[in-house]
C-alpha cells in the first residue's frame, strides 16, 4: 500500500512528517483511523488529524507514556480529538470520565485564531484544562484557570510539538495522580463514611454525565437511588435528582440517610 506524507509542524527543532498508509478507491485516496478503525478519505482536515493521530501514538519519543495514562478518542461529543483519562484506579465501580485534553485539528490554511471560542467553548463543556489548537503548520495551546464558571484564559503559541507532547504528558500525569486521591474518596464513600461523599460530589459537582448509585436509609430499610447532577450544598448536605425522574425539587441527602456509595459511572454505563 502507498505511503503519504504529511507535514507535521516541528519537532526536537526538525520538520515533522506523518507517513500514513493510504488506500485508493472509486477515484480517492483513503486513510484508515487507527483510533476509529474504519477508512476516511483524506480530506484536508483529516490530513492534518491523522496526522496528529500518529505523532501521539507513535512518533514522538513518548508515546508509549502518553498512552499509559490517557485513551485517545476521535469525534468523541462533537470534538475532533480529545484524551480521556486512561488509569489503573477505574474500573466498574469508579468510572467517571475525565477529559485530559483537548485536541482540535483544522485544516493548514485556516488561521488558528478563529478556533479559539471553540475550543474553550468544549474545555469548559467537559471540565477540562488543556486544549491545543494545531492546523499542521501552526500549534496553540490552552490553558483554563480559576472556575469553571469564571474561567482564567491563557494562550501559548507553541514553536515546537516537543511542547504539546509536554505538557500533554504533564496533564495526564496530574490527572493519575487527582485520580488516586478520588479513588480513596470513593473508597471512604464506599464504606459509609459521608465525608468522603461529599468531597467526591465537590470534586464533580454537577457533572450531568455521571450516575451515583446510593444505598440510602429508609423508614425501615436500605433502597439503592441512582443520583445525577449531584452537589454539596453544605457540609452535612449533598442535593441530587433521581436518574429518569423529572422534578423541580431536588432530593436531599445528609449523613444520617447515607448508607453508602455503591459506584460512579458515566451515563451511558
Not at 466498574?92 to 490554511?109: G, N
Request: hydrophobic share 40%.
Amino acid at each position: 500500500m502507498p505511503t503519504l506524507l504529511v507535514a507535521c509542524f516541528r519537532y526536537l527543532g526538525a520538520e515533522l512528517s506523518a507517513p500514513l498508509t493510504t488506500e485508493d478507491g472509486d477515484g480517492e485516496t483513503f486513510v484508515r483511523c487507527p483510533v476509529r478503525e474504519r477508512l476516511y478519505r483524506i480530506t484536508p482536515e483529516e490530513r492534518v488529524r491523522q496526522g496528529l493521530i500518529w505523532f501521539l501514538r507513535e512518533g514522538c519519543r513518548r508515546a508509549a507514556g502518553l498512552q499509559e495514562y490517557i485513551r485517545l478518542e476521535v469525534e468523541e461529543r462533537s470534538m475532533d480529538m480529545a484524551g480521556f483519562a486512561n488509569s489503573n484506579v477505574l474500573d466498574d465501580r469508579f468510572r467517571p470520565i475525565v477529559t485530559v485534553a483537548i485536541l482540535e485539528t483544522k485544516r493548514e490554511e485556516e488561521d488558528l485564531a478563529g478556533h479559539v471560542g471553540q475550543l474553550q467553548t468544549y474545555m469548559q463543556r467537559d471540565r477540562c484544562r488543556c486544549g491545543l489548537l494545531f492546523n499542521g503548520r501552526a500549534a496553540w495551546w490552552l490553558t483554563l484557570g480559576g472556575d469553571f464558571s469564571d474561567p482564567q484564559w491563557a494562550v501559548e503559541v507553541l514553536t515546537d510539538l516537543s511542547q504539546a507532547e509536554d505538557r500533554i504528558e504533564q496533564a495526564g500525569q496530574a490527572t493519575h495522580t487527582h485520580l488516586v486521591h478520588c479513588r480513596s474518596l470513593f473508597n471512604g464513600a464506599a464504606s459509609g463514611n459521608f465525608p468522603a461523599l461529599v468531597a467526591i460530589a465537590s470534586v464533580f459537582v454537577e457533572d450531568a454525565s455521571l450516575t451515583y448509585y446510593l444505598s440510602i436509609r429508609g423508614h425501615k430499610s436500605i433502597g439503592l437511588v441512582q443520583a445525577c447532577s449531584v452537589r454539596v450544598d453544605g457540609p452535612n448536605l449533598i442535593t441530587y435528582r433521581v436518574r429518569g425522574v423529572t422534578s423541580r425539587k431536588r432530593q436531599e441527602l445528609s449523613a444520617d440517610g447515607f448508607h453508602a456509595l455503591v459506584s460512579v459511572r458515566p451515563l451511558w454505563s
